[in-house]
């Protein structure tokens, strides 16, 4: 399997690139859109066909890489069926599955960061978004987020995953790779607490400033921007 893990230092958003082997068909998971070039550049070195891509939700510090993407190798735009997004070509529903030439993951819907959020399971491990991060959680107060439905996805749902899951975030601030369910459990500082409303008081409090890009990225990434177009 080729698996590569690739990093944008502005917005310090993960992006995933996957296939099942050099020569193959290939998916992309939360690409940023001045990132483009270097995607292509990986996908021709290993010789892959970008046949899908996926944004785990409509992303508000960064203008998503996927409108050019299909527009340079017509691939498949794919997002949760609750994104807002105009120009998805394929909405898939909780628990519906993405194949890709023996790659499989599996949708599961995770709002709470937003109402839009998903994130996918393939096998050992589980891309989440921006719902669980490493030793973090992501933010609920925009995009029609909630702290409630965030808490019921981390604990009714990503936390039930087996305790080795490999858990492959959005975001890092920390230079951290990946972590585990396990780890996660033990050492978030968000998780550590005993019911809903308690997971919510601290949510609800955080008081943070809006991402500097939200204006613009969010109403791009509804609407699709491309590189010509920004």
């Not at 996927?66 to 527009?71: A, D, Q, T, V």
């Not at 008081?207 to 500097?212: G, M």
Request: aromatic letters at 6%; proline letters at 3%; glycine letters at 4%.
């Amino acid at each position: 399997m080729i698996f590569k893990q690739l990093f944008d230092p502005a917005s310090c958003t993960y992006t995933y690139l996957i296939s099942s082997g050099k020569g193959r068909e290939a998916l992309i998971i939360d690409p940023v859109i001045e990132h483009t070039e270097e995607y292509i550049k990986v996908l021709e070195k290993l010789d892959l066909k970008l046949v899908k891509v996926i944004d785990t939700h409509i992303h508000a510090d960064h203008i998503t890489g996927l409108n050019e993407l299909n527009k340079r190798t017509s691939c498949t735009r794919i997002m949760g069926e609750k994104s807002k997004s105009e120009v998805i070509d394929l909405r898939i529903k909780d628990s519906e599955k993405i194949n890709v030439e023996n790659i499989e993951l599996k949708a599961i819907y995770t709002p709470g960061h937003t109402d839009c959020s998903y994130s996918y399971l393939m096998n050992d491990r589980v891309f989440t978004g921006d719902t669980l991060l490493i030793n973090a959680t992501g933010r609920t107060d925009f995009q029609n987020g909630s702290s409630e439905d965030a808490y019921d996805s981390l604990f009714n749902k990503l936390l039930k995953l087996p305790e080795n899951t490999l858990v492959y975030p959005a975001h890092d601030y920390n230079g951290i790779k990946f972590s585990t369910i396990e780890s996660e459990k033990n050492n978030n500082p968000r998780l550590q607490v005993n019911s809903k409303e308690q997971y919510a008081e601290i949510m609800d409090n955080l008081n943070l400033a809006n991402p500097k890009m939200i204006d613009v990225a969010v109403p791009a990434n509804v609407k699709g921007l491309t590189l010509d177009r920004l």
